[in-house]
């Protein structure tokens, strides 16, 4: 068995601890069992674990993401990256390319496709093995995994099946009253989670790239068409079968539904009178948040900006915040974090960019470069190594860098490593950055 996880999305509607780098599935406000936090990726892998599959997992996600996946689950999944943001189907052919060209897969064998976020119990993924025995047949195109609705909802696709769990047909997203009586029939919630022998869509993708090699999948991506994988595969499919799932499964996508499932009223700097109810505060700033008499509320601070809302309209927060397109202030990667302080620019177009920087004990940034800026480096916790034109300096609290443009330089950490960098120059963007290799000694 191969799982392959999609991951995209820039989560507006958490705003604004989520961004076009900072999707949703990464913010770390669910608890594990010990109760540290947790983010919605780092759950998803956690419980196929403790499901006990052992199967090789490929998530497939965009560039702006990357990062942030190997920073939370660092090389215990393989990566696949999207040339351009398409749609499900491009994804997952994409992704199954990589498993037959670069993992000599067996055609045989079973993919299982899910979204990176759904919020279930560890039964969930425990029906993979049924699914993958069902695939495994010969006899059925697809497995679907349906979920038994807990009510009629307006929001879901629906599943209408037949004798032996056979799909006769699809219902999407029903009003109210038709939904009660699919529930009545029997049908079944779309989980979005699909099963195939990798032969099956190879034999699919033929008809629309040149070649199955994966470097000719990436060359050709645009050649796939924007559609979903319901669309282009499943409803096209000759025959398809839904295995049923009865347990917990929920979209937090929102804040409203999200703060259901913390477990604190509060995490980072916050104070909350005795008489709040119903209200939840997630502070990412270094400066308090105080509410009182608070009632049906969510407080969300982070560099980004600052949400206040009823819990129910946080629901709606999408139209308002679309058009907000200031640059990310907060990023993390697979070496740290940094926040963004401070963006400034003057009248002579000269802009500066004020950085707080963490890389983690043992972890490096890249050895690169920057044609556009100047950065002058202060370390202000931690030690660490600077290498710049490949000379070498250990690095300790106190100590100042200054980095010209055109000069290659990395920093890596023997602890926790906290920085503060100031960028000056023409253009302080993430883009101004070229990368070269460098091996650190041991």
Not at 87 to 96: D, G, Q, R, W
Not at 215 to 224: E, G, K, P
Request: overall charge negative; proline content about 3%.
């Amino acid at each position: 068995m191969k799982i392959v996880l999609l991951s995209g999305g820039s989560g507006k509607r958490l705003w604004p601890l989520s961004n076009e780098v900072r999707s949703k599935q990464f913010l770390k406000l669910l608890c594990d069992r010990e109760g540290a936090h947790e983010s919605m990726v780092q759950r998803v892998y956690r419980q196929i674990v403790q499901a006990g599959i052992d199967a090789e997992i490929v998530v497939a996600t965009s560039s702006t993401q990357v990062e942030a996946i190997r920073g939370q689950l660092q090389n215990d999944v393989d990566i696949v990256v999207e040339p351009e943001r398409r749609n499900t189907f491009p994804a997952i052919v994409l992704a199954s390319a990589y498993l037959e060209s670069r993992k000599k897969t067996d055609p045989e064998e079973t993919v299982i496709v899910l979204p990176v976020d759904p919020f279930v119990d560890v039964e969930y993924f425990e029906t993979f093995k049924k699914m993958d025995e069902r695939v495994q047949q010969g006899d059925v195109d697809i497995v679907l995994m349906g979920i038994a609705p807990s009510y009629p909802s307006e929001k879901y696709g629906y599943i209408v099946q037949g004798a032996s769990g056979r799909v006769k047909a699809f219902r999407e997203k029903p009003d109210e009253a038709a939904a009660k009586e699919l529930i009545k029939e029997g049908a079944l919630w779309n989980a979005g989670v699909f099963a195939f022998k990798l032969k099956y869509l190879m034999h699919i993708a033929d008809n629309y790239v040149p070649s199955r090699d994966f470097d000719d999948v990436v060359h050709n991506y645009a050649q796939l068409k924007k559609d979903s994988f319901d669309y282009e595969v499943v409803e096209k499919a000759d025959s398809l079968v839904v295995i049923p799932y009865d347990g917990a499964w929920k979209d937090i996508g929102t804040w409203n539904t999200l703060t259901e499932e913390m477990e604190k009223e509060s995490i980072g700097d916050a104070i909350m009178g005795e008489e709040c109810v119903n209200t939840h505060v997630i502070n990412e700033l270094s400066i308090p948040v105080v509410a009182l008499g608070t009632q049906n509320l969510v407080i969300a601070a982070s560099q980004d900006g600052i949400l206040v809302s009823d819990k129910h309209k946080s629901s709606y927060i999408k139209p308002y915040v679309e058009n907000i397109n200031n640059r990310p202030m907060y990023e993390e990667r697979r070496w740290g974090e940094y926040k963004v302080y401070d963006y400034s620019q003057y009248a002579d177009g000269t802009k500066s960019l004020t950085k707080h920087i963490t890389i983690n004990a043992d972890c490096a940034q890249d050895y690169e470069m920057h044609q556009f800026k100047d950065e002058v480096i202060t370390v202000v916790n931690g030690s660490g190594e600077l290498v710049i034109d490949g000379c070498l300096m250990k690095l300790s609290c106190g100590d100042t860098i200054s980095i010209k443009r055109g000069q290659k330089h990395g920093i890596r950490a023997f602890q926790d490593l906290q920085l503060v960098s100031v960028q000056i120059g023409e253009d302080v963007t993430e883009g101004d950055t070229q990368v070269f290799d460098w091996i650190w000694a041991n």
